[in-house]
Nanobody
Framework: QVQLVESGGGLVQAGGSLRLSCAAS????????MGWFRQAPGKEREFVAAISWRSGGKTLYRDSVKGRFTIARGNANVAVFLQMNVLTPEDTAVYYC??????????????????WGQGTQVTVSS
């Protein structure tokens, strides 16, 4: 069974940092684009960041996280990381890891990703 499992979420004060991890099981995603999305209460799920199939490849970020968040490919056990710095209360959401199992090119479109994790809660207090 193919699974993505996020970890690293938690409660942090504004200005703090968190590092999210996305572990893969059942298959590797080293040849696939990976992305992070988030969903705040009462809002639609939105794109956060994405990365192409190889380390050092193309990355995409939503404007509000540019310069604060960094997405990176992981090792054999962790498919992708999301380093989040200078967090604000507006970053509070459930964060989801996702993969494009048939494509290596990242996109910002939620519908292009077909394998999802269960999410990890990130709460930023003011």
């Amino acid at each position: 069974q193919v699974q993505l499992v996020e970890s690293g979420g938690g409660l942090v004060q504004a200005g703090g940092s968190l590092r999210l991890s996305c572990a893969a099981s059942g298959r590797t995603f080293s040849n696939n684009a990976m992305g992070w999305f988030r969903q705040a209460p009462g809002k639609e799920r939105e794109f956060v960041a994405a990365i192409s199939w190889r380390s050092g490849g193309k990355t995409l970020y939503r404007d509000s996280v540019k310069g604060r968040f960094t997405i990176a490919r992981g090792n054999a056990n962790v498919a992708v990381f999301l380093q989040m710095n200078v967090l604000t209360p507006e970053d509070t959401a459930v964060y989801y890891c996702a993969a494009r199992t048939s494509w290596a090119i990242p996109t910002m479109n939620l519908g292009d990703y077909n394998t999802w994790g269960q999410g990890t809660q990130v709460t930023v207090s003011s």
